[in-house]
């Protein structure tokens, strides 16, 4: 079974950047288009950018042009940065596969406040 572990979420002012990172078990991880998906307190979780095989990337609209999502198959990771953060976009930010496995990481807390 593929293990996927988030990491790199911290408290962080309006307008800064965060890059979160996720490592994903398993020699398959190449094979399937990936996403980040993120939970706020109260509300479903949401995938918020996602990128193919072939790293072709969409995003959703409330963080079209702020975030990016890259993939290293060789690594088997998946990383996010994330740039002009809002308060907004506080949330536990997960990685999983699009659409997802039936498990989820742990997930890695990213709060934007001032």
């Known amino acids: 079974q593929v293990q996927l572990a988030e990491s790199g979420g911290g408290l962080v002012q309006p307008g800064g950047s965060l890059r979160l990172s996720c490592a994903a078990s398993g020699s398959i991880f190449s094979i399937y288009r990936m996403g980040w998906y993120r939970q706020a307190p109260g509300k479903q979780r949401e995938l918020v950018a996602a990128?193919?095989?072939?790293?072709?990337?969409n995003y959703a609209d409330s963080v079209k042009g702020r975030f990016t999502i890259t993939r290293d198959n060789a690594k088997n990771t998946v990383s996010l940065q994330m740039n002009s953060l809002k308060p907004e976009d506080t949330a536990v930010y997960y990685c999983?596969?699009?659409?997802?496995?039936?498990?989820w990481g742990q997930g890695t807390q990213v709060t934007v406040s001032s």
């Open positions: 999983n596969r699009n659409p997802p496995w039936g498990f």
């Open positions: 990128i193919t095989t072939g790293r072709s990337t």
